[in-house]
Every structure is written in structure tokens, then in C-alpha cells.
């Protein structure tokens, strides 16, 4: 394909990301992570360059993906001193598939424009498989005519388009995935009650599940996450620390529309629970360590880290 792509974060998504657009015979030109030997090893896998600057990835590239954990990071890469994205951008279309706050995906499109470039927020509800082949669930935020350009390269990672969705401006497709995650998290957290209960009450749990399934408490959190929550085997597609993240991204959505949200508020309470006694990097399914009988962080048996069979998962 003619367009030049580049990638800044290539943790599990970014690298699958690139890896899937490789395949799909784009041509990826470079590389960039904080970690050099997370770069270092895909370039050499995928045939590009490890680049050594965010500006020498927007010099090799037409369209740059970034990947990254939070707001600090999205600022630092869009930086208007020093090493930055923004240097020689002009023409450029970056596209941000980082779970972050509205405010910041409308400040990097503000940034872009002034910089003669566009931007666009691709927000994922999907995990690190359906990176690999292509099958993300993406929402776009940005403006209309960007994301046009671009939209034959966003149908090879979304199901040939079937998962693709513009929602709107800067800023709104973050909003929903805000809401998407909020939503999901508390519906995790509703199940492990479920399940803690169950098993207190000496349920089978194979059978609960199979009747939750059957019922109105059927949920894909359910098939994500209900055997991994039932064998503690909390090995991490979407960790505690993101949910914990998200959950508060979309509460103070919340407290900003002077909304009480005590559902949201419970489960962000939850998450932020994990990461201070130290189960934060543990998949979301641990949050089941909060809930049953006998686990937590002052148990005698830990939960599992082996690794789960990625096909569970959403």
C-alpha cells in the first residue's frame, strides 16, 4: 500500500496492530517505544526502522498510529518543545488509539491542525487477539474528510470495516469508549459478587455460569471472564491499573455533568482497591480477589498467572 505508517507504543497492541497491517501488505517504515528493545526487536521482526526520535518516525511516515498508557504520554508525544511528533507534520495524519480523557484527544487534534496535520482518535474495545487479526472494535473521533483518508487502512484491523465506527468530532469517540469501559467494569465487578456469593453459598459454579448464560445475567464479561475468575487465573489482557484508569475517566465525565453515578462510583472504588494493595497488573477478572471467600492479598494462595487461552477473550 502507498501510505507510510509508523507506530509510537508498541506494547501488545501496538506491535500485534503493526504486525496485522504488515500482513495486510501496508508499509510499515517505523518504530518507537520508551523501551528502545521493545522497538528494537519488532523493527528487525517487521523490516523497518527502530527510530530513535518521535520526529524521525513522523519524518518515515504518512500515517502514524500511537499507542500509549495515559494523558502524560499522549501530551509528552505531542509535546510543542523538543523531540515531538508535531515536528515536521505537515501533511500528516496521526491516528491515537489510547484510552484517554476527551480533553486531551481534542487538545492533540488542536495541536495537529495548527501543525498543517490532522488527527483522529481511533478508541479499541477489543484486546490483544483481536489486534493480531484484524478484528478491533474501533471508535473514530476527528474530523470527517481524516478519517475518510485513512478508512481503507482502518477496515484491515476491523473486520474489513464490519467493527469500524465514526461517532463524531475530537472528543466524542473517547467519550463513548469512556462510557463502554465504565459500563464493562462495573459489569465485572457485578459478576464476581455473583460468583463470590455463589461459591459461599456452595454453588456449583460451572452450573451458575451455564445459568447465567441462559439468563438475564448473561453478559460478555461473562464469557470472558467468569471461568478465569472461578480458577483465579487473572493473566492480563486488560489489567486492573487500565480498568481503574478508565472508571475514573468516566466518572468525572460524570461529576462534570453533575451526575451521581453510585454503580460507577463502586466499581471505580473496587479498581482503585487493586492497585493499592498491589493486584493492579493482574487481568480485571482479579478483581474476584476482592469478593470471595478466602483470597485477597492476605490469602496463603495467590492467583494464577498462567496463560489463558486468548480466544476467551472479547
Do not use: W
Not at 508535531?86 to 476527551?102: D, E, H, Q, W
Not at 496535520?117 to 472494535?137: D, P
Not at 470527517?144 to 472528543?171: M, Q, S
Amino acid at each position: 500500500m502507498s501510505q507510510r505508517i509508523g507506530f509510537v507504543g508498541v506494547g501488545r497492541m501496538g506491535a500485534n496492530m503493526a504486525r496485522r497491517l504488515k500482513d495486510c501488505r501496508f508499509t510499515v517504515t517505523a518504530v518507537y517505544d520508551v523501551r528502545p528493545e521493545a522497538a528494537t526487536a519488532l523493527a528487525k521482526e517487521l523490516g523497518c526502522e527502530a527510530a530513535a526520535s518521535l520526529a524521525r518516525v513522523t519524518e518515515l511516515s504518512d500515517v502514524v498510529i500511537t499507542v500509549v498508557t495515559d494523558d502524560k504520554a499522549m501530551r509528552s508525544i505531542f509535546a510543542t518543545k523538543g523531540d515531538s511528533l508535531l515536528v515536521g507534520a505537515k501533511g500528516r495524519t496521526f491516528i491515537n488509539c489510547a484510552t484517554i480523557t476527551p480533553v486531551v484527544h481534542v487538545e492533540v487534534d488542536a495541536l495537529a491542525r495548527k501543525a498543517g496535520a490532522s488527527s483522529l482518535e481511533a478508541c479499541m474495545a477489543s484486546s490483544i487477539t483481536q489486534a493480531r487479526n484484524g478484528t478491533l472494535y474501533l471508535m473514530l473521533g476527528g474530523r470527517k474528510n481524516a478519517y475518510l483518508a485513512v478508512e481503507p487502512l482502518l477496515k484491515k484491523l476491523t473486520d474489513e470495516g464490519k467493527l469500524l465506527r465514526f461517532i463524531g468530532p475530537a472528543g466524542t469517540a473517547a467519550q463513548v469508549k469512556a462510557l463502554v469501559n465504565m459500563v464493562m467494569n462495573i459489569n465485572t465487578a457485578g459478576l464476581a459478587e455473583g460468583l463470590a456469593l455463589g461459591d459461599a453459598l456452595g454453588l456449583d459454579l460451572a452450573m451458575l455460569r451455564e445459568v447465567f448464560s441462559q439468563t438475564g445475567a448473561n453478559s460478555n464479561v461473562l464469557r470472558s471472564d467468569g471461568e478465569d475468575m472461578q480458577n483465579r487465573d487473572h493473566s492480563c489482557f486488560f489489567s486492573a491499573a487500565h480498568a481503574a484508569k478508565d472508571s475514573g475517566i468516566a466518572y468525572s465525565l460524570a461529576k462534570a455533568q453533575k451526575l451521581t453515578l453510585p454503580l460507577a462510583k463502586t466499581a471505580l472504588s473496587q479498581y482503585k482497591k487493586m492497585v493499592a494493595v498491589g493486584l493492579g497488573e493482574l487481568d480485571k477478572s482479579g478483581i474476584a480477589e476482592l469478593t470471595f471467600k478466602g483470597r485477597g492479598p492476605g490469602s496463603k494462595s495467590g492467583s494464577k498467572s498462567g496463560k489463558k487461552a486468548p480466544a476467551k477473550k472479547k
